[in-house]
């Protein structure tokens, strides 16, 4: 097993349950020989399940310590080269850098699968969707209410959804209980897959222009998305109204109400003019 170093550590509950281990496993779809990307290891009780799906993994685990025990539980594996650890924080750049070497991931296709620190989701939703080469699927164990929120499940929007559906298919796998970790969290989490992983959604979008106008509409929750747009962008309300009548968007929705699809094409319209 080869692996880089850094410092810092994370603090993390560790997933205990053999029921939500295999639904994560299962979400993800993995086929012998495949590569995944593990985030936060920890102790390896994930990083196991997916060796015995039959990934090759590579893992990320900022805690030196832990890349220790890591070490001494699967230094009788069968392959040694199905494990690579990365001692360092996904969230510095030189650990992005590395984790692209030919040696680690390279070019070829992976997939992401982590049992991720809260704090930091919404981080990796957009370093591993925007930012770096994107994987072909996700799957994420995530506080309940953020999986709840990336889904939509109570049939509204929000950036965050907004900035996931752009890129994929979200999907809300299963409800893991507190109980299931060690030490036992104050909330619920839940399982989360993303598939379709593309750029493509975007068309001519920029990441930056889809997000201004999403950010825009979003600006004042409570008020109609056409007011919060005149207000804040270089655009007169009546152009405005035009677009929204081209594409059939009332003009008394808020942001919240709006899907995807009328998302990518009201920034598309609205770059054009502006």
């Known amino acids: 097993m080869q692996h880089i170093s850094a ?56 805690d030196k310590r832990r890349i220790e025990g890591l070490g001494k539980r699967f230094i009788n594996a069968p392959d040694e080269k199905k494990l690579l650890l990365i001692n360092g924080d996904i969230r510095n750049k030189k650990v992005q850098q590395a984790l692209f070497r030919k040696k680690f991931l390279g070019t070829s296709p992976y997939k992401l699968v982590a049992n991720i620190p809260y704090y930091i989701t919404g981080i990796l939703f957009r370093l591993f969707l925007e930012k770096l080469r994107q994987p072909g699927t996700l799957v994420f164990l995530v506080q309940k209410e953020v999986a709840e929120q990336v889904v939509a499940r109570n049939g509204k929007e929000s950036i965050l959804s907004l900035a996931v559906k752009v890129f994929g298919t979200p999907t809300y796998v299963a409800k893991v209980k507190r109980e299931a970790f060690s030490p036992a969290p104050k909330v619920d989490s839940a399982i989360i897959a993303v598939t379709d992983i593309s750029r493509a959604r975007l068309g001519t979008l920029t990441p930056e222009e889809y997000f201004r106008i999403v950010k825009t509409g979003f600006s004042s929750k409570r008020k109609m998305l056409l007011g919060n747009l005149a207000r804040n962008l270089n655009v007169p309300k009546e152009k405005l109204l035009q677009i929204f009548q081209q594409l059939g968007i009332n003009e008394q929705i808020r942001a919240e109400d709006v899907p995807i699809e009328k998302w990518l094409t009201l920034a598309q319209k609205i770059k054009i003019i502006n």
């Open 7 to 62: 410092k810092k550590s994370l603090g993390q509950h560790f997933l205990r349950s053999k029921e939500a281990l295999r639904k994560i496993v299962g979400a993800a779809n993995i086929l012998d020989g495949e590569i995944v990307l593990e985030i936060g290891p920890g102790e390896g009780v994930l990083t196991e399940a997916l060796l015995s799906a039959g990934a090759r993994v590579v893992a990320v685990e900022v």
